[in-house]
């Protein structure tokens, strides 16, 4: 395996401005169905979450992803992020792309 120090891995160079501010409305989209209890509004708001992950997704250690997912998974298919990433990283997911999404910005504007 590669030296991932068991995280994932990023890349951010063909996000847009546009998917940037996207982002921001889906996490408003999350929270608003959340306080709602609007589960179709939810379920939609998750979907576009998965589109814009797969944008950025490279790499999942494999301890990240079920027993049963294929070796290999192409991360640019967001039904696979549904299907393989564990329930139990998801969040860690997100945690990791945000961290990994800052450190990105902050080299750029070094």
Do not use: C, H
């Not at 589960?39 to 944008?55: E, H, I, T």
């Not at 049963?68 to 990791?96: C, G, H």
């Amino acid at each position: 395996m590669s030296s991932d120090n068991g995280k994932p891995r990023f890349d951010f160079s063909e996000l847009s401005w546009g998917d940037d501010q996207a982002a921001t409305t889906i996490g408003m989209r999350i929270r608003k169905a959340r306080e709602d209890n609007d589960a179709d509004g939810f379920m939609s708001a998750m979907d576009q979450l998965n589109d814009y992950v797969a944008k950025v997704l490279v790499y999942v250690p494999r301890e990240w992803v079920v027993k049963s997912a294929p070796e290999t998974i192409d991360w640019s298919v967001p039904a696979n992020l549904k299907a393989y990433i564990r329930a139990d990283k998801f969040n860690m997911l997100q945690e990791a792309m945000g961290e990994e999404k800052k450190g990105s910005s902050d080299e750029q504007s070094s």
